[in-house]
């Protein structure tokens, strides 16, 4: 008989015919952000511990509020006895199939209904799957436990599987101002929604200076600043009134870029636009500013994809590590940032060379962007994308493969150079 205080899930009973497998790699991006739940976890074992504080940390369980116990199963029965049960309890156990059974029939006394349960446990068998998943426990999963497996294993008790997925949000930021973090991110949009025909929507986060506007060729009514002036409107259809379109598979969250007023936010302020817009377009472009406030850096660590934008000079390189450092630290189950470095081989300007920059921050450039100043000016005068100045460009190719990579289409498995190589042959042969 199944306790009711345990959820039961029919489907999964019929999931179980395979053996159980390992966790997904940490680079899953489907795994979904965990709504506003209170967690206890009661560990047998340090590593399953500093598993559970790991996740914590994580910016998919930022609305989580995450307790870890020692003592494991004996612990979580005698601590519910005069405490509350949250909405969900990870409990360790070594204990085999019976006396296992035993004991959480004593932890489903002490359990308020509705509260989930998942089991992690030293012992790789099917059958004791299938009978705690038919006694209502909601996962097993087999020690030891990855970051992200504990994550998705969370999430997916929790996600609504009627729901349509949920679009990635790529943040685009620069290591200084001025070397072109906007221009890579309007392209790389206007690439997603004309090479790969895949829905996108550009959010200019620049409310005070932002270009996406003059980029776009748009002068929108309405746009970003009010979306965060009335949260309480704030759904998928106020949203879609506020988005300009640009054709068929782009849209424009514009900047007012006024200085009529003063744009201070607190931390979390995007995050109910970034969530809204996320749930109605695959690809959500975050066109992030150059500063460094308490939005802009939690708006950064919270996204599913960071792409870095430099110039090749040591102004640049040391921002740039100290980003790519933050993001590592705190974004330890995620992949790292995209690297792009941008005007390359600027007339008589002495630079740090690719391969030393890329050394120096641990990472493969996704692409080699040259300094070509004639093709991007009469863009940015004309209201225009690249593809539409100059069609023929090598640059294109280069949008294009920073949209493959951001959207999953394709890994990039050496650097998109932009045409750069010959032009750096011909310098290397006039020095000759």
Not at 227 to 232: D, G, L, R, S, T
Not at 352 to 364: C, G, N, P, Q, R
Request: proline share 6%.
């Amino acid at each position: 008989m199944i306790d009711p205080a345990f959820d039961e899930d029919e489907e999964g009973i019929e999931e179980t015919a395979e053996p159980i497998e390992a966790a997904a790699p940490a680079s899953r991006p489907e795994v979904r952000p965990v709504p506003r739940i209170s967690i206890q976890a009661f560990c047998e074992s340090p590593d399953l511990a500093a598993t559970i504080e790991a996740i914590a940390g994580d910016r998919r369980m930022a609305r989580t509020h995450v307790k870890v116990h020692t003592g494991g199963l004996a612990a979580a029965i005698e601590f519910y006895q005069d405490s509350a049960t949250p909405n969900l309890i990870v409990v360790e156990t070594s204990l085999g199939r019976d006396p296992l059974n035993a004991e959480l029939d004593r932890l489903a006394e002490v359990c308020d209904a509705g509260t989930k349960v998942i089991v992690v446990g030293h012992v790789n068998d099917v059958e004791l799957y299938r009978d705690l998943i038919r006694r209502g426990i909601s996962e097993y999963m087999i020690a030891p436990v990855e970051p992200l497996g504990m994550i998705s294993a969370i999430s997916d008790l929790y996600a609504d599987r009627t729901a349509k997925p949920l679009g990635r949000s790529i943040a685009f930021i620069g290591g200084k101002g001025g070397v072109g973090s906007s221009t890579v991110s309007h392209n790389v949009a206007w690439s997603i929604a004309r090479t790969l025909e895949s829905d996108v929507v550009v959010a200019d986060l620049d409310l005070a200076f932002g270009t996406a506007g003059l980029d776009f060729n748009q002068d929108p009514p309405q746009g970003i600043a009010e979306a965060i002036n009335a949260p309480e409107r704030l759904d998928d259809v106020f949203l879609d009134r506020l988005l300009a379109r640009c054709s068929d598979h782009l849209s424009l969250l514009a900047a007012p870029a006024m200085l009529d007023r003063t744009y201070d936010f607190d931390e979390t302020a995007f995050a109910q636009i970034i969530d809204v817009a996320q749930g109605g377009v695959p690809a959500l472009l975050l066109d992030l500013p150059h500063e460094w406030t308490a939005w802009v850096r939690g708006t950064l660590l919270s996204a599913d994809e960071v792409v870095l934008t430099v110039e090749p000079d040591l102004g640049n390189l040391r921002n740039a590590k100290n980003i790519v450092d933050l993001l590592r630290q705190a974004r330890k189950n995620d992949v790292p940032p995209r690297l792009v470095i941008n005007k390359v081989g600027m007339a008589k300007r002495p630079e740090i060379s690719v391969e030393d920059f890329a050394e120096a921050l641990k990472l493969t450039p996704d692409a080699v962007i040259p300094c070509d100043p004639q093709l991007f000016g009469t863009a940015a005068n004309n209201g225009q994308m690249i593809a539409e100045t100059d069609a023929k460009s090598p640059v294109v190719e280069a949008f294009d493969a920073i949209a493959r990579v951001i959207t999953g289409r394709s890994e990039l498995k050496r650097a998109r150079r932009g045409g750069l190589s010959p032009f750096l042959s011909r310098l290397r042969g006039k020095s000759a």
